[in-house]
């Protein structure tokens, strides 16, 4: 068990970071509920699914932490985000085609 001042590394962007979340590699509304899942940063966790919708994630086969980062703007936002400090929680907006999708 982990204490509260430890910190925890993103599986996405190995940063170390205060707190990390729970994400299922395979959306659990897709299947994934009892599927490998990973340990994310919040502002990680958050822009996966700010670019993509979760039906996205599977058609595209963004089911590992691998094919994640070989994903051009997560690759992009990885490189970006692993400069920043770890407490730092951007302001990001989801896109417009996940927001319609959404609907």
Not at 18 to 28: A, D, F, Q, Y
Not at 43 to 48: G, L, N, S, V, W
Not at 91 to 102: D, I, L, P, T, Y
Request: with cysteine; net charge positive; hydrophobic share 35%.
């Amino acid at each position: 068990m982990q204490s509260q001042n430890e910190e925890r590394i993103c599986e996405l962007c190995k940063r170390k970071v205060p707190v990390t979340t729970v994400h299922h590699l395979t959306p659990r509304e897709e299947g994934g509920t009892d599927m490998p899942t990973a340990h994310l940063c919040i502002p990680c966790h958050k822009q996966i699914h700010y670019l993509f919708t979760n039906v996205e994630l599977v058609v595209l086969g963004l089911t590992t932490i691998k094919s994640l980062l070989l994903e051009p703007t997560i690759a992009s936002y990885v490189k970006w985000i692993r400069k920043q400090p770890a407490a730092t929680i951007p302001k990001s907006r989801k896109s417009r085609h996940v927001r319609e999708a959404r609907r």
